[in-house]
C-alpha cells in the first residue's frame, strides 16, 4: 500500500480540511497499513495493531514561522476499538470533541464513530493549541456517524466507571501494559476476545476489575483453569487467594465471561465484588 501523493487516492482525506487558521496542508499526504505502520510509529505500531486498525492517514499543517500541526487520523473499522484504542492513554483534560477527548501538552486525542484521530503540534504554544483544538472539532464534525462503546461497560459496577479510567482491549500485551499479570498469556486472551479494564478505590487504595468475553463458554472455563492454575497455585478456595502483597485475587465464570477482582484487601470484599458484577450481568440480560 505505502504512502499515497495524491489526495484524490484517499477515502479518508474527505474528514481533513486543506487549511485551520492559516496552517496550510503540505502538499503529500500520507497513509500506513497495519505492516507498514512501524514505517512512522516505532513501538506504539502494536498498541494500534492490536485494535485491528486497517489504515492510517497523515496530514501535516504548515504555517510560516509556526510549529508543525500534525493528525494521524486512524480507519479502527469499528467503534468499539475506536473507542478501545482512545482508552489506551486516558491522561489529559476532556475537551468536550468527538465522543470522548483529552488534551495534554500539546496533544489532542478523540474518538469518534469507527475512527481515531490525534493531533500535536511539533511545539506548544498559545497559538497552536487554539489552531490544533479547533481543527480537531473541524474533522470531528466532518465524521457524522455516532459509534456505540463496547456493551461490556455495562456490566462494571458504578465505583469502577466513576474512575473514569476503564481500558477496552483484545490481548494480553495491552492487559500487561496497564496492569501486570503474567509474561506467559494466562488468560488466552486474542484478538477476539473483549475485555475492559477498571480501576476502583477502597480508602484510597486502588482495586482492579477485570472483565473478558470469550467467543465461547468452552474457552472461558479453559482460561479460567488456566489463569487459577498459575496465578493462584495455592488459593484458599477455588477462585479466591491472598498474593505476596497481603492482597486478595478473585476469580469467577458466568457463562462466556471470566470476572477477575484483583488488590482488594480482603477476601470478603472481592466476593462481594464479583457478585457486584454478577449481579449487573443479570440486570443486563
Known amino acids: 500500500m505505502g504512502n499515497h501523493s495524491n489526495k484524490e487516492k484517499n477515502y479518508l482525506s474527505r474528514f481533513l480540511p486543506e487549511e485551520i487558521q492559516g496552517w496550510k496542508a503540505e502538499e503529500k499526504d500520507q497513509s500506513y497499513?497495519?505492516?507498514?505502520?512501524?514505517?512512522y510509529i516505532d513501538g506504539a505500531g502494536e498498541?494500534?495493531?492490536s485494535y485491528n486498525f486497517k489504515e492510517?492517514?497523515?496530514?501535516?499543517?504548515?504555517?510560516?514561522?509556526?510549529?508543525?500541526?500534525?493528525?494521524?487520523f486512524f480507519d479502527m473499522v469499528s467503534s468499539k476499538d475506536a473507542f478501545g484504542v482512545f482508552t489506551h492513554d486516558l491522561e489529559g483534560d476532556e475537551v468536550k470533541i468527538g465522543q470522548g477527548s483529552t488534551y495534554k501538552g500539546g496533544l489532542l486525542s478523540f474518538w469518534k464513530g469507527s475512527f481515531?484521530?490525534?493531533?500535536?503540534?511539533?511545539?506548544?504554544?498559545?497559538?497552536?493549541?487554539?489552531?490544533?483544538?479547533?481543527?480537531?472539532k473541524t474533522i470531528a464534525s466532518s465524521i457524522k456517524e455516532e459509534g456505540e462503546r463496547p456493551d461490556l461497560l455495562e456490566f462494571l459496577p458504578e465505583?469502577?466507571?466513576?474512575?473514569?479510567?476503564?481500558?477496552?482491549?483484545h490481548n494480553h500485551l495491552i492487559l500487561n501494559y496497564h496492569f501486570y499479570v503474567s509474561d506467559e498469556n494466562i488468560l488466552l486472551l486474542d484478538q477476539q476476545t473483549e475485555a475492559v479494564f477498571g480501576i476502583g478505590l477502597e480508602k484510597e487504595e486502588e482495586f482492579y476489575?477485570?472483565?473478558?468475553?470469550?467467543?465461547?463458554?468452552?474457552?472461558?472455563?479453559?482460561?479460567?483453569?488456566s489463569f487459577t492454575g498459575a496465578y493462584m497455585p495455592d488459593a484458599a478456595e477455588p477462585g479466591l487467594v491472598k498474593t505476596e502483597d497481603m492482597k486478595w485475587t478473585a476469580a469467577r465464570v458466568k457463562g462466556d465471561l471470566l470476572i477477575i477482582i484483583f488488590?482488594?484487601?480482603?477476601?470478603?470484599?472481592?466476593?462481594?465484588?464479583i457478585e457486584k458484577v454478577e449481579k449487573r450481568i443479570k440486570e443486563e440480560e
Open 33 to 39: 497499513d497495519p505492516q507498514t505502520i512501524f514505517d
Open 47 to 49: 498498541v494500534y495493531r
Open 56 to 72: 492510517l492517514f497523515v496530514r501535516r499543517f504548515k504555517k510560516e514561522g509556526k510549529s508543525d500541526i500534525i493528525v494521524d
Open 116 to 136: 481515531f484521530v490525534s493531533v500535536y503540534a511539533e511545539e506548544e504554544t498559545e497559538e497552536t493549541t487554539k489552531a490544533l483544538l479547533e481543527l480537531g
Open 159 to 169: 465505583e469502577f466507571i466513576e474512575q473514569k479510567k476503564v481500558h477496552y482491549f
Open 209 to 225: 476489575l477485570l472483565l473478558v468475553r470469550y467467543p465461547e463458554e468452552e474457552k472461558t472455563a479453559q482460561a479460567y483453569e
Open 263 to 273: 488488590n482488594v484487601a480482603s477476601g470478603t470484599l472481592a466476593k462481594e465484588l
